[in-house]
């Protein structure tokens, strides 16, 4: 069960500190925040990014995948944020004046990103289509792995770019709806993300650099320029602001964070403090308990008449008792289930 465990390495701190950053990302965009749709595609993108890099950092796998350590692995990771969603789910139904409906086995199962349809995507904890992508991603992860450690970067590169024109050219040919469906809920696509995450840490894993503060701040200049031009282009009405449009700027700040893991770039500084820190470690909990937070908060305020809270200061309200709840539930839910699954 080496091959499984969880790795000792350092945490990359500033990609976890950007992690905390598209979580956030996401939540501001759900509550209406005005700019905050511009890049909300590259905060998704980027988090499918970020799981791919992260599970190749703290499971490297050297033995072969066998149907119980492949079923272990599998529960280690469910065990992480599946009772969390279902206890989301069950608040939704019974808070949320949701009713039986032909799709709730699917969201039970976390199978609803496979409907070619976004309200059923996104019905129910919405937010949860990412989840069920996600469990995709972890089910192939221990095969994929053992062919990135069999073939060189250049080669897996290759494969996955031609990957990427060939499931863009074939989405292009279905209406918008479709397109829409395959570029951003369709696990396969988010498994192109995630494969590209898993490549930046074999390349990060073979080539550890350390450069002087105004070498790294520069490249991160760089990177930080790319995102700029993908948000301000993306969101001039070009259809390709869905889907694979954001891997590439998701893609070079991964990269970027990790191979600058060991310097001191202004960016990376930033994003190492430990209130960021904390936030990243949460992200499953912040993110699967926002629609209710958000819904929550925004009745609360509305039953109390309490008219001098603008949007800004209601979206504070959210951020604080979203970082309180997900404390709290990281805590005294996920901890003691995640911490029982491993030992059973």
């Known amino acids: 069960m080496k091959s499984f465990e969880k790795s000792k390495r350092q945490e990359i701190q500033s990609a976890n500190g950007l992690r905390a950053v598209a979580v956030f990302g996401v939540v501001m965009y759900h509550t209406g925040m005005p700019f905050s749709n511009y890049p909300i595609g590259y905060f998704l993108g980027t988090l499918f990014v970020f799981s791919g890099f992260f599970m190749s950092l703290h499971h490297p796998m050297s033995e072969p995948v066998t149907q119980h350590r492949w079923a272990r692995f599998m529960t280690h ?5 599946v009772p969390l969603y279902w206890l989301s789910l069950a608040l939704v139904i019974i808070f949320g004046a949701w009713t039986w409906r032909w799709d709730l086995p699917l969201h039970i199962l976390l199978l609803q990103s496979y409907v070619p349809s976004l309200y059923v995507a996104y019905s129910y904890n919405g937010v949860a289509w990412f989840l069920s992508s996600l469990v995709f991603c972890y089910a192939l992860f221990p095969f994929i792995e053992r062919w990135y450690q069999r073939h060189n970067t250049a080669t897996i590169l290759l494969i996955l770019l031609l990957a990427v024109a060939a499931f863009d050219i ?28 898993m490549l930046i840490y074999k390349i990060y894993q073979s080539h550890p650099r350390k450069l002087g503060s105004g070498a790294a701040s520069g490249i991160e200049l760089v990177v ?21 449009w954001w891997l590439t700027p998701a893609a070079l700040t991964t990269l970027c964070l990790a191979m600058l893991q060991s310097s001191k770039g202004i960016v990376s500084r930033l994003l190492s403090v430990r209130p960021l820190q904390y936030v990243g470690k949460l992200s499953f909990e ?38 309180i709840l997900a404390q709290i539930l990281h805590k005294y ?10 030992t059973h």
């Not at 074939?170 to 995450?197: C, N, S, W």
């Not at 209710?292 to 951020?319: E, F, Q």
């Open 170 to 197: 074939i989405a292009a040919q279905f209406d918008i709806r479709t397109y829409k469906f395959l570029t951003h809920t369709f696990p396969p696509m988010r498994l192109v993300e995630f494969m590209f995450g």
């Open 286 to 323: 912040i993110y699967i308990f926002q629609y209710l937070v958000i819904t929550g908060t925004k009745k609360a305020i509305a039953w109390l008449h309490i008219a001098w809270l603008d949007g800004t200061l209601t979206r504070i309200i959210i951020i604080i008792v979203s970082i």
């Open 333 to 342: 839910f996920t901890l003691p289930i995640y911490r029982w699954a491993k």
């Open 224 to 244: 930080l320029i790319v995102v700029v031009f993908y948000v301000i282009v993306g969101t001039r009405g070009m259809k390709h602001v869905f889907g694979f």
């Open 77 to 81: 990771r469910l065990a992480r944020f």
